[in-house]
């Protein structure tokens, strides 16, 4: 995959979220402080328009991306996003080629370097019950087919999403609900879903 198919992922993953607004901000004013559409939002527009003017390679590119996300004003999500990104250029080729392999390693370092810094695990009602099933899906492909892997990724994501609604928060300001926060997904593990949704868009 060239560096221009990856781009429009990455696009059609941030076109993806900043849709989604309203449903994360509705999601996230349940038991959060209703900011995350918005939060996500504007991550998600700081991600496209980097990709956008993005003139070098691949780790470049990424590396463009996560700059713009670590300055932005936000809530919590601003760091881990920062952080996940940040891990995804570290293992990206420096050219404007990636193969499978090679999508592999970045989501593998991607995901290493956000779990040192969450700690959270799939149960704890976060993004991460989204991004744990996604990488292990990624993780777990054989095949040599982006496509396949893109779309074992985002089905992970969005049933670990799902998954999020029968878990009580263990983190943030909704972790002082309990156990009413059962039934409502978490909004994190949902926006991480809906990237995940537009990265499986070819």
Known sequence: MNKKAFAARLRH????VTAAED??????????????????????????QAVEESQDGIQAMLDDAAMAVMVLNGGSAVPLWNTWL??????????????????KAMF??????L????????????MMDALI??????????????????????QAALQGAEASKQF????????????????????GATSMAYFFQGLAQG
């Open 23 to 48: 449903i994360l901000t509705e999601i996230d004013s349940k038991f959060g402080d209703a900011d995350h559409g918005l939060t996500m939002a504007k991550i998600a527009g700081a991600i496209a």
């Open 86 to 103: 940040d891990g995804l250029q570290e293992a990206a080729p420096q050219g404007d080629e990636v193969d499978v392999a090679g999508l």
């Open 168 to 187: 009580v928060a263990k983190f943030g300001r909704a972790k002082s609900y309990g156990e009413k926060t059962i039934g409502t997904p978490d909004a």
């Open 133 to 154: 099933p996604a990488s292990q899906a990624i993780a777990a492909y054989s095949g040599s087919d982006e496509q396949e892997l893109f779309d074992a990724a985002a």
């Open 13 to 16: 993953a941030c076109a993806q």
């Open 108 to 113: 593998a370092r991607a995901f290493e370097a």
């Open 115 to 126: 779990d040192e810094m969450s700690g959270a695990k799939v149960g704890d009602k976060t």
